[in-house]
């Protein structure tokens, strides 16, 4: 009965409809608190900005809820009518957030406030802008670049040409090449595909989007998905089939000095730059080349993910969560906080790899001043191809079924390497399962007024 | 008239201890109101419902219900379930057995396996989620390691929809400390005298077992099998953590997706209250229905020393 007590405890919605709220800046030593949920200062990236936008809010206490976002304890506040005063969410929980009313529209805040819209990434705005309006600032971006371990592709003959995506044929001969057994069971992966999570890109790199534009029809049984679908599966089973794969990927020590490139046990994988990170860290001598994902006729192409800012109906500072996340994302703050990295790394003897802040103006100052890696290098070109592939990404339109329109693809997916289902029928499901929630969705917002 | 004053001498020391005693049982009664009374007919009204916690619940009959016939996950998640209870119960009753059996013939250190066997008991549900991804997997895996050691191919326990399940009912074996030691208890409770007049009469141990100790342990040995059977609907820690939850940030098996932990998903990532608080609903039904049908079981099955009352 635990769903029925909280649901028991949760049961207050106001009804009310979503109204704008207050989001001048408040006047200098105006007191009050700031709230904060999801967000943690764990980092020089993370203090560095908290101590400024704190400072900017002189006379306001902030405090924060730290962890990832709780999503039942954020929802639960909100009923209750006390809610933290901003929040920390991944940008595709937006869609759902805000068509729940559980969050405020920011047209007044980027008004009143003269916060420069134009600065972010297209594609992160996008995700967190729901029928034409924004929702939440965004900030961060995570995109892919291919890692490959140089000495395994060698070996086999390969060129990261063979496994950047440009030729699918080839990449899947490559999986099978560089794929090692031995007393029969899998000990190198070839290359691994990284499905579910990144059925979007290979999908678009075949030229389909998973989401209309405009956020209301799916579009997963669209030829081109399956057809992708059917590629990146069929990586894995020239390589003895998904679970093999799995099981070998989740015995990998991931983030330590014995991960799967220092101990040669993976050819090749797209995977987000921040990993870039954790390999120089842990194995700066590890093998290792870099590219962009590369579409079939070569483009480069990065699926955009990230965080947000977002203020919740109800929010007892409005005002001053609006200044916090101005100053957390504007170009200035990013930079001292890409300095405090910058001057970290060098007193470790580590690489400043750069960083995608979902602010573009504040990404290039900071790729200008304090990336200093020669592009020549092993890191350099790491480096370079994460920006390259910053300035080519795409992402999924917020919808009011975020959640359950990402479960439906990822359960196809799933069904898939499960070896349930075969692509067509799994994503013909998934269609009308996404389909279905978005229909319901999009016909209470529009109902709403939305 | 000595009868009468007597009588009503006793119905008056009764009144007297009635507010007292509910004065001492409110507690629990309030408690029981408030966390277990409430809620339920509470969820009942939002069963009716289309809620999603921020916006007032709106009335919509029985649609949710309908929803549920409509459901492909519904009937999945129901055969998950019930194939996990069907296999799961019968296996942690015989181990459980097995081992209060043994505990009772090993004398003094007893003690030490009772806590041995008890302590993993004591282990998060979510630790065990975690771990059951390390000792199952099919590549490196202990659990095939050792299968390995007698020449046995094991399966891809944590990705193969086959072996999915059976997995999980293997990691909950593991936990059967509590049982044990309610069986122990009502094993140490069987009369001596009726094992010495077995031995007398050249019964062997298997005889005296079938014929002795368990009519004489039949009632726990229900009301194991109903609170397990409870519990086995409801599994979801363990399940959901390495199938669903931190355990795979992405993949996941739709063979691990118990009814709870869809009705979890419905409930807190989909925020379709009113749906989740319909298949609460019917979940009760269920295991009303099923503990309904062991009651009836238990009339043939179970011994009770005292007779009926």
């Known amino acids: ?49 908290l101590q400024l936008a704190t400072a900017a809010l002189n006379g306001t206490t902030v405090d924060l809820v730290k962890g990832d976002l709780d999503v039942q304890a954020f929802l639960s506040s909100v009923a209750a009518g006390d809610p933290p005063e901003i929040i920390y969410a991944n940008r595709d929980q937006i869609g759902t957030f805000a068509s729940r009313g559980a969050i405020l529209p920011l047209t007044d805040c980027i008004t009143q406030q003269a916060v420069d819209t134009g600065q972010y990434l297209p594609s992160a705005l996008a995700q967190v802008t729901l029928n034409g309006t924004v929702y939440a600032i965004p900030e961060f971006n995570s995109v892919q670049i291919v890692m490959a371990n140089r000495s395994l592709l060698d070996e086999a003959g ?21 794929t090692k057994t031995s007393a029969g069971k899998l000990s190198v992966i070839g290359v691994d595909s990284k499905l579910p999570e990144f059925l979007p890109l290979w999908a678009k790199a075949n030229g389909a989007d998973l989401l209309s534009a405009d956020g209301r029809t799916a579009q997963l049984d669209d030829p081109k998905v399956v057809q992708a679908l059917n590629f990146a599966v069929g990586v894995y089973d020239t390589e003895g089939g998904f679970p093999a794969v799995k099981a070998f990927r ?10 799967q490139y220092a101990s040669g046990s993976l050819g090749a994988m797209p995977m987000e730059q921040w990993y870039v990170n954790v390999l120089n860290e842990v194995s700066p001598e590890a093998p290792m080349a870099f590219d962009t994902v590369r579409t079939p006729a070569g483009d480069t192409l990065a699926y955009a993910s990230g965080s ?61 001043t304090y990336v200093t890696e020669p592009t020549s290098t092993v890191w350099g070109t790491a480096i370079s191809a994460m920006y390259e592939a910053n300035a080519h990404t795409f992402g999924l339109p917020a919808n009011p079924a975020d959640a359950e329109f990402k479960a439906a693809w990822q359960d196809a997916v799933n069904r898939v390497l499960n070896g349930q289902q075969e692509p067509a029928d799994a994503l013909a499901q998934a269609q009308r399962e996404a389909q279905a929630a978005l229909d319901t969705a999009w016909a209470t917002w529009d109902e709403q007024g939305g | 008239m000595t009868g009468t004053g007597i009588a009503s001498a006793g119905r008056s020391r009764r009144n007297r201890e009635f507010w007292p005693a509910m004065a001492f049982i409110a507690p629990w009664l309030i408690g029981f109101a408030v966390f277990t009374a409430w809620p339920l007919l509470y969820s009942g009204y939002l069963a009716l419902t289309d809620y999603d916690v921020i916006t007032a619940p709106t009335f919509v009959g029985l649609r949710n219900f309908e929803r549920i016939l409509e459901d492909p996950k519904i009937a999945r998640s129901l055969g998950n379930t019930l194939y996990y209870t069907v296999i799961q119960v019968p296996l942690h009753v015989l181990v459980a057995l097995g081992l209060a059996l043994l505990l009772e013939r090993a004398g003094r250190a007893s003690g030490f396996f009772r806590t041995a066997f008890f302590l993993p008991k004591m282990t998060p549900p979510v630790a065990v989620g975690i771990l059951l991804l390390l000792l199952f997997n099919g590549q ?113 098996n739709d063979s691990a997706l118990f009814y709870s932990i869809y009705l979890f998903q419905q409930a807190f990532q989909y925020l379709h209250m009113g749906y989740a608080s319909a298949m609460a609903w019917l979940l009760f039904v269920v295991i009303l229905a099923i503990t309904v049908i062991q009651l009836i079981g238990s009339r043939r099955l179970v011994y009770y020393e005292g007779g009926r009352s």
């Open chain 1, 158 to 178: 390969l060129a990261m040409d063979d496994v950047n995506g440009s030729d699918w044929q080839a990449l899947t001969a490559a999986a099978s090449k560089l």
């Open chain 1, 308 to 368: 947000s800012w977002a203020v919740p109906k109800g929010s007892s500072n409005p005002g001053a969560a609006c200044t916090f996340v101005k100053i957390m994302t504007r170009t200035d703050t990013w930079m001292q906080a890409a300095k405090a990295r910058a001057d970290d790394r060098a007193a470790n003897g580590l690489v400043f790899t750069g960083l995608l802040t979902g602010n573009t103006v504040a990404d290039e100052q900071i790729r200008d």
């Open chain 1, 1 to 49: 009965m635990t769903t029925a007590v909280v649901l028991s405890g949760c049961a207050t919605g106001s009804g009310d409809a979503t109204t704008s709220a207050a989001f001048s800046a408040p006047p200098s030593a105006a007191g009050g608190s700031l709230t904060v949920m999801g967000f943690g200062a764990d980092d020089e990236i993370g203090s560095t900005r």
């Open chain 2, 140 to 252: 490196n895996g202990m659990v095939n390691g050792v299968l390995g050691w007698f020449g046995l191919d094991g399966p891809s326990w944590t990705t193969d929809p086959a072996w999915v399940k059976p997995g999980l009912v293997l990691m909950s074996l593991w936990t059967v400390g509590s049982t044990v030691v309610i069986l122990l208890a009502a094993l140490r409770n069987v009369p001596v005298e009726l094992y010495d007049a077995a031995r007398v009469d050249g019964a062997s141990f298997l005889r005296r077992t079938t014929r002795i100790t368990l009519p004489m342990i039949s009632g726990t040995l229900f009301f194991v099998v109903v609170v397990d059977t409870i519990g086995a609907f409801q599994t979801f820690t363990e399940a959901y953590t390495a199938y669903f939850g931190s355990g795979n940030t992405t993949y996941s």
């Open chain 1, 250 to 259: 989740d015995s990998a020590d991931f983030f330590g000095e014995g991960n």
